[in-house]
């Protein structure tokens, strides 16, 4: 057969390669999210929102149990765990990459048949059965159960470096990262209760702390702030606003600070920062929808049911307050059992 390589030709092979590629990515995607051939008013049985520990770890069990789980990873996939730097904590490893860890979870989420979806929720209709969620690209997804996931995200100063020394110097939890400034000099920004809770981990690994508060005082309960008074190693900075986390490009070095009272500006020099101005979960799509507390953490009961039957919750979006990676992993095989427990009910 002989080919003539003109115009006219090569224009039909590439419209021709484009529409064979188009199709093959919306069938991929189509059984991606478990719709049929004849539309998409498929209901999945398990829909998980989420992809850090907790909803991987939902993703691990509801796969092996067969539920052929369908999971929307979010903006952050893998979640906390890939900012986490090193994790020392998980059973069995005595020290891994929050990012690899991740990255394992998700391997043997998809070995077991979990399909993930690369796309962010942005609305949920719990009113009536099939629940449905609503991606960012206008699919919806009908599911006979979900699993929430989304977790939690440190509020920020919103001050220069702070994104560029996150794990390389700045850390946003000291029982997770204490022990990496062993006898380093710290400053530790905050001024409530979280930053109190924080530097009494802190204080058991270095005694060279500086907190910088942006307000008059430090504010939470009178024994905690006495056991910070007796202690002469910390340097309390009040009316004190970090204005840029300082660094070298690998680590940090400094905090640049403003007394608000003499507008004067400071740098200090340290090994290690902490910022500890307290946490938001990652709930805002369910106020109004689930029961939340006062946080606005998604309130569960009897392990991982929340206020409406068939939506179960995990992780660090929950009022389960323990925060951890191996916690959360618990939380999310203990939402996956409860979950399939939940379909073979209903049907
Ligand atoms: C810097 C740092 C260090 C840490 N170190 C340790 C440690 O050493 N040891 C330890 O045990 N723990 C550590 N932790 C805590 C631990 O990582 C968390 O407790 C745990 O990973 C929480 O998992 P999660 O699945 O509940 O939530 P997250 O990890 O917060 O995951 C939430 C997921 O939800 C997704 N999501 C959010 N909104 C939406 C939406 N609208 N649609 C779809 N998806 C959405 C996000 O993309 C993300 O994938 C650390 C945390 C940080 C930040």
Redesign the pocket.
């Given at each position: 057969m002989k080919i003539v390589f003109n115009y006219k030709n090569i224009f039909l092979s590439v419209s021709l390669i484009a529409i064979t590629s188009l199709i093959y990515l919306k069938i991929s995607y189509k059984y991606a999210i478990g719709a049929d051939d004849n539309n998409s008013e498929f209901v999945n049985k398990i829909v998980i929102?989420?992809?850090?520990?907790?909803?991987l770890s939902s993703g691990i069990y509801a796969g092996r149990a067969k539920l052929n789980p369908v999971l929307?990873?979010?903006?952050?996939?893998?979640?906390?765990?890939v900012?986490?730097?090193?994790?020392?904590?998980?059973p069995g490893i005595s020290a891994i990459a929050?990012s690899q860890l991740a990255q394992e979870l998700k391997m043997q989420a998809t070995e077991y048949g979990t399909k993930f979806i690369s796309d962010?929720?942005?609305k949920v209709d719990f009113s009536k059965k099939p629940f449905k969620i609503y991606l960012n690209d206008g699919t919806k997804i009908l599911a006979n159960s979900v699993i929430i996931?989304?977790?939690?995200?440190?509020r920020k100063l919103n001050c220069p470096g702070e994104d560029k020394y996150?794990?390389k110097g700045l850390?946003?939890?000291a029982l997770?990262?204490a022990p990496l400034f062993k006898n380093k000099k710290v400053a530790l920004i905050g001024g409530n209760i979280s930053a109190l809770r924080e530097i009494e981990i802190l204080s058991k690994y270095t005694k060279d702390i500086i907190i910088i508060n942006r307000d008059p005082e430090i504010k939470g309960p009178s024994s905690w702030l006495n056991r910070l008074k007796e202690n002469k190693n910390i340097k309390v900075m009040n009316n004190t606003i970090a204005k840029e986390i300082l660094g070298n490009e690998k680590w940090v070095t400094g905090v640049k600070v403003l007394d608000k009272k003499t507008n004067k500006e400071e740098i200090i020099p340290v090994q290690g920062v902490f910022v500890c101005i307290g946490w938001n979960p990652?709930s805002e799509?369910f106020e109004k929808i689930l029961e939340l507390d006062s946080k606005k953490q998604i309130k569960v009961f009897n392990q991982t049911h929340t206020s409406i039957p068939g939506i179960f919750a995990?992780?660090?979006?929950t009022n389960i307050t323990y925060?951890?990676?191996?916690?959360?992993s618990s939380f999310?095989y203990m939402a996956g059992m409860d979950a399939e427990k939940y379909i073979s009910s209903i049907k």
């Open positions: 929102l989420g992809s850090g520990t907790a909803g929307i990873e979010g903006d952050y996939p893998g979640g906390q765990l900012k986490a730097g090193v994790i020392e904590n998980w929050g962010n929720v942005n996931a989304t977790g939690r995200k440190p996150l794990s850390a946003v939890c997770c990262d990652s799509l995990a992780g660090d979006v925060h951890q990676a191996p916690v959360a999310g």
